[in-house]
């Protein structure tokens, strides 16, 4: 048929083309991307996407296709289990990997357990993260405006975590169908503000495209032609329509859904039988379903599917079905049918789907339309709890909410649907909570009988919606009113204890939690025990007693509770105090553990997941491994466009700010539009003020820092390290005026059992703070070298850079110079180009002698195992030792320099050359330098100054420092 040479030629869509296929070349270069396409029904989206997907194949893309259906509000994630059924064979054994994705496919029976719908949901979404980033994937969805819930957070999730995969995810949809209160607008208008998102409106082709499109599908007469292009008006799926009725002798209908019903009409009786059977089904119908509902015998059947796949109506999908040729044919098919035939046909298929045990949504949408309310009622509790384990919270509150909708007009509920009503309603309003809708799950169990599990349930979502008074008030209601010695007591006092802890009935927390932590172990409320244990853990934590949080917190690790949230949090809690008293190697093993309970279970960007996957960075940065931590980083993508993504980029600004990346100013761009928010400022910019001091910005870095101390809770550990900060800019301006303030801030979060990290901070606060007055106190940096080095690595020798000019200032030119090569060989090993660079300026001041021995050969040429870059911060050891190579003795006057060549004094070509000394000493003459000064920062005595500068003026042939400075300027001395 003429419509099916359409495909073979793409009319008037060159340019759209181009735009999906720069997304597409993007996705393969290692920059992920996602396209919206829009448009009119019948414009033209999925011819687009068709040779896109041509294109994306002979590139090497596997490509995956799903269909959304009118049906599919119901059905979770129906588009992303069509694609994943029909994926390439080499895509099988990763889908496999990957149980919780397999649950989506035909004969998917392990739906896991009765867990939280939304931890399954994140359990999902990171499965399905993880396999797009096997290889290189095209996937399409389309038609979203029919797209549940489910599926839309899937493609937000998506569309913000997709970075350097190699992955392109296009969307489909109807604009015509986007009401004004159509879900998929916010989603759409959130998604188009993402700077990996590309927007394509398709708008109707012009007359001549249109003509060129009539004439590719056969048209040959132009009379013909011009009508239909009249009468399409830019739309090329009813122009197809118009010149299929002319060709087959019928008129042009003025209406396209006319139009369609005058392609159906010529069919035999048991062809339009069978066609609008087939659209009672939706968009596409199993062959032997769709024979079975028909009432036809075989012979009958075939003849009449015969009959309609030849006029273009449906076409073969698969091997066993059929599908409509274009959703608005199905949608014109279905609206003409009479209210009774479309009830008796909806009843039919309800009935053949319950023998072969069909899908609980579909089985509760047939039912819904076929007037039969107990069968709909009793689907509808199936599908909510199917929804759940599929990870689709959304769709299971909608089906438990329409289960309640039909309870008081069923005889005898309670036995069709499994349960009673309260406990329906809980789950109702679970799912609510899990779908991120608190207040919503909040009024469904303020309706509810004030029972005890009801109120622990009102009283834990209220805490999380920070109602703490309504919070408490109902946790006492739930302990009041459980039975003694019960889980639901258990649960009720570990809840309590919970809603306590911002309060000032703190006193109380550590009873209820003993008592809540007794019972549970007793009954074998696993949940309970491990929330008592973790709530127990952080008070003795805040009490000082950090052996005794580390016991329960390892206990609360150790133990499974059957719920993966729970399990990682205690996991988390324990790592982290670990690595706060500095235990480096411990902490690794049981953030490892984390990192991999997360992964195996999919949950690796869940809220637990990440902050495991950032501690684990954080110890392998403090511990001197940043080979891993750049690449942990780099997990944590650029672009952002979430205040909760920005907080993750952040996270990676570690390690590339010591190691002075040029990602840095990058990332930061990216984050600073979400600085409004308190943890984006703590996270980005206090590492924005360390890498503003390590680029010569001091009055930057300390207006990042006032902000950061703006942002934050005096009482919160992180004020010690920026006041430490704060105070390094300071001492950097020669200012004094704030400085007694820093030290203030940084002291006030101290608190009995804090951890090595806090103390070793605090330490550096309080030498930055004689720094900023003025002094070199040694003892004051060499406590703080002892207090990093708990296994500091980064920090222990940044602090011994300026413990080595405190000692040179204090005259101990040998103990300066121990300290300077102990902190160049770890700057060197680590990358860390800025310090590197500090220590090379402290090294060329203080002439201290040094070979290219002093740093590890790997590390000088870029390759050692701190160059995780191949090279980008190579130069480090190179520069440092370069720069002390060049400052000892002679080393102007003839020492051989890197490349073979005999180094030169810039001015080797005048009578009188001046040393490299001698050169530093007209550098800083230049700059207006007293002799005082100009000794102070050589470390050298003033009358050794006063002798260089006498030299300096005889040499050039000047008799004043002015006039040295200027000859300096003008024959390039400087």
């Known amino acids: ?581 500095g235990s480096m190697a411990e902490a690794a093993v049981i953030a490892e553990r984390g990192v991999r309970l997360a992964e195996d279970s999919g949950l690796s960007w869940s809220t637990f997941g990440t902050d495991l996957r950032f501690l684990q960075l954080l110890i392998h940065y403090t511990a001197g491994d940043w080979v891993r931590a750049r690449k942990e980083g780099s997990g944590f993508g650029v672009r952002v466009g979430t205040n909760h993504e920005a907080i993750l980029s952040s996270f990676a600004l570690y390690v590339e700010v010591a190691m002075g990346l040029p990602e840095v100013d990058e990332r930061l761009t990216w984050v600073r539009p979400f600085w409004s928010d308190s943890l984006v400022v703590y996270m980005s910019r206090a590492l924005a003020a360390e890498h503003a001091l390590w680029n010569g910005a001091p009055a930057l870095a300390l207006d990042h820092v006032t902000a950061v101390l703006d942002a934050l809770d005096p009482a919160y550990m992180g004020n010690i390290r920026i006041g430490a900060v704060g105070l390094w800019a300071l001492a950097e301006l020669g200012r004094t005026d704030g400085a007694d303030e820093l030290l203030a801030r940084a002291r006030g979060p101290v608190r009995p059992g804090m951890g090595a990290e806090g103390h070793a901070w605090l330490a550096r606060a309080e030498a930055e703070w004689h720094r900023a007055h003025g002094r070199a106190d040694v003892g004051a940096w060499r406590a703080a070298v002892e207090a990093f080095d708990y296994g500091f690595v980064y920090e222990t020798a940044r602090s011994r850079w300026r413990l080595a000019e405190a000692l040179l200032v204090s005259g101990d030119h040998a103990a300066a110079l121990e300290e300077w090569r102990r902190a160049v060989r770890v700057a060197a090993s680590l990358g860390a180009r800025p310090l590197g660079d500090a220590l090379a300026d402290l090294g060329r001041r203080a002439r201290f002698p040094a070979a290219e021995s002093e740093a590890p050969s790997g590390a000088a040429s870029g390759t050692g195992p701190g160059d995780a870059s191949g090279g980008a911060f190579g130069g480090v050891a190179g520069s440092v030792a370069g720069a002390a190579a060049g400052s000892g003795s002679g080393a102007a006057e003839g020492r051989e320099t890197r490349d073979g060549t005999r180094g030169r004094t810039p001015a080797g070509s005048r009578p009188g050359a001046l040393t490299g000394r001698e050169r530093e000493v007209l550098t800083l003459v230049a700059e207006g330098l007293a002799n005082r000064e100009i000794g102070e920062r050589l470390f050298i005595a003033q009358k050794t100054v006063s002798v260089h500068v006498s030299n300096i003026l005889g040499k050039l042939g000047v008799s004043s420092r002015t006039q040295a400075a200027a000859v300096a300027r003008r024959e390039g001395l400087l």
């Open 1 to 581: 048929m003429g419509w099916q040479k359409a495909l073979n030629a793409l009319i008037g869509r060159s340019a759209e083309l181009t735009r999906l296929a720069a997304v597409l070349d993007s996705a393969a270069a290692g920059l992920a991307g996602v396209a919206l396409i829009g448009g009119d029904a019948g414009i033209g989206k999925t011819r687009l996407v068709t040779e896109l997907a041509e294109r994306a194949e002979a590139a090497g893309f596997a490509v995956l296709v799903g269909q959304c259906a009118e049906l599919g509000d119901a059905l979770p994630y129906l588009p992303l289990a069509d694609a994943l059924r029909g994926a390439p064979a080499e895509l099988r054994a990763e889908i496999e990997a990957r149980p919780i994705l397999g649950r989506l496919l035909p004969g998917g029976v392990d739906l896991g357990a009765e867990t939280a719908s939304a931890l399954t949901q994140q359990q999902l979404f990171g499965s399905m993260l993880g396999f797009l980033a096997t290889r290189p994937v095209l996937l399409i969805l389309e038609d979203l405006h029919w797209a549940d819930r489910s599926t839309r957070d899937l493609l937000v999730f998506l569309s913000r975590m997709l970075q350097t995969e190699r992955v392109c995810l296009v969307g489909t949809y109807r604009t015509d169908d986007l009401h004004r209160r159509h879900p998929l607008r916010r989603v759409l208008a959130e998604l188009k503000r993402l700077p990996s998102v590309t927007a394509v409106e398709l708008s109707p082709l012009g007359p001549d495209e249109m003509a060129d499109h009539l004439s590719e599908l056969g048209g040959t007469d132009p009379q013909v032609i011009s009508e239909v292009v009249d009468r399409a008006e830019g739309n090329p799926f009813y122009a197809e329509e118009l010149l299929e009725a002319v060709t087959d002798g019928c008129s042009m209908s003025d209406g396209l859904a006319d139009l369609l019903l005058s392609r159906v009409e010529p069919l035999s009786d048991a062809a339009q039988r069978v066609l609008r059977t087939a659209a009672v089904a939706g968009r596409r119908v199993d062959h032997a379903l769709l024979q079975e509902a028909s009432g036809l015998d075989d012979l009958a059947f075939e003849d009449a599917m015969r009959e309609i796949v030849s006029q273009g109506l449906l076409r073969p999908d698969g091997e066993y079905g059929y599908a409509f040729r274009h959703a608005l044919l199905q949608e014109v098919v279905y609206t003409d049918l009479l209210p009774g035939e479309r009830t008796r046909t909806h009843s039919e298929f309800a009935r053949l789907l319950t023998a072969r045990e069909g899908a609980a949504a579909e089985l509760a949408y047939h039912y819904l339309a076929g007037h039969d309310l107990a069968e709909a009622m009793s689907a509808s509790v199936e599908a909510g709890r199917r929804a759940e384990r599929l990870g689709a919270p959304a769709e299971a509150h909608r089906h438990f909410e329409q289960a309640l909708g039909l309870w008081d007009r069923v005889p005898d509920a309670e036995r069709r649907a499994g349960t009673d009503r309260v406990r329906l309603a809980m789950r109702t309003a679970a799912a609510a909570a899990d779908m991120g809708d608190n207040h919503r799950a909040i009024a469904q169990l303020r309706e509810l009988p004030p029972t005890a599990e009801t109120r622990e349930r009102l009283a834990y979502y209220l805490y999380d919606s920070d109602d703490v008074p309504a919070a408490v008030a109902a946790a006492e209601e739930a302990v009041a009113a459980a039975a003694p010695g019960t889980a639901v007591l258990a649960r009720a006092l570990a809840t309590l204890a919970r809603t306590l802890i911002p309060t000032a009935r703190d006193a109380e927390i550590g009873p209820l939690a003993e008592r809540a932590l007794e019972i549970a172990g007793d009954t074998g409320a696993r949940d309970a025990q491990k929330s008592a244990m973790i709530t127990l853990a952080s008070c003795a934590e805040y009490d000082g007693d950090p052996g005794r949080a580390g016991e329960l917190f390892g206990a609360a690790a150790a133990q499974e509770s059957g719920d993966l949230a729970v399990d990682l949090r205690a996991i988390f809690q324990h790592a982290r105090l670990t690595f706060e008293h």
